[in-house]
């Protein structure tokens, strides 16, 4: 009697144990797979001069998914120092500009890349209107930006103010002078945070 229920409690042990090393063995084979695979992507971006919008679609060319312009209502002036000008303004005021482009539904998408011109070492006024507008909470974001030798500055800490609740991956900042040649750069940055093979 106590031998049979001995082997029945090995056999039940056996069982538990094959269960736990197959769901192991399928989360691992999870991780492997690229988020690009996984998660349905939105490439969302501003860009002025054009120079963001390279990168914008070298990223949604690699990663794949949709693509979204974010644009103002009222376009910025060509010139240099007005813009200039303007940005600081709506920067110190927090201004946000209404959108003549929005996102139908923003829901399904769980992988957003959100990218930007440097303006002032933050993102301009139409990317706070669009990340104002849309509630990224539990959705993975990505930044990218070009720049003019500032980098990212301080537009990453500034994601995560109006993002709270969205885990952030690795962000790439590339010169405006270099995006035509960062499509190598691009898709290592898009490697090395496992969103492609
Ligand atoms: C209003 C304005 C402010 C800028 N401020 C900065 C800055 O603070 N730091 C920086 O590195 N580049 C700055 N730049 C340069 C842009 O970030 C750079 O030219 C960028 O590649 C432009 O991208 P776009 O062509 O997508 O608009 C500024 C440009 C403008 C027009």
């Not at 063995?25 to 919008?53: C, I, M, Q, W």
């Not at 312009?69 to 927090?94: M, T």
Request: contains cysteine; glycine residues 8%.
């Amino acid at each position: 009697m106590h031998v049979r229920r001995i082997v029945l409690s090995a056999a039940a042990l056996l069982m538990c144990l094959c269960a736990y090393r197959a769901n192991g063995a399928a989360e691992e084979a999870g991780d492997a797979r690229p988020l690009a695979e996984t998660k349905k992507v939105l490439v969302a971006y501003f860009s002025h001069t054009g120079n963001t919008r390279v990168v914008a679609e070298q990223i949604h060319q690699a990663a794949g998914g949709d693509i979204f312009e974010i644009l103002s209502e009222k376009p910025y002036p060509a010139d240099y120092n007005a813009c200039v000008e303007q940005a600081r303004q709506e920067l110190d005021s927090g201004y946000l500009p209404p959108l003549k482009t929005k996102i139908e539904d923003i829901r399904p998408y769980d992988l957003i890349f959100i990218g930007y011109p440097n303006w002032w070492s933050t993102f301009p006024a139409p990317v706070r209107a669009f990340l104002s507008e849309n509630d990224l909470s539990g959705k993975t974001v990505v930044p990218f930006c070009t720049h003019g030798g500032g980098g990212m500055g301080r537009s990453v800490t500034d994601i995560s103010k109006l993002c709270p609740n969205s885990p952030m991956l690795e962000g790439i900042a590339i010169p405006g002078s270099d995006v035509r040649n960062a499509q190598d750069t691009v898709r290592e940055w898009l490697r090395r945070n496992r969103i492609t093979k």
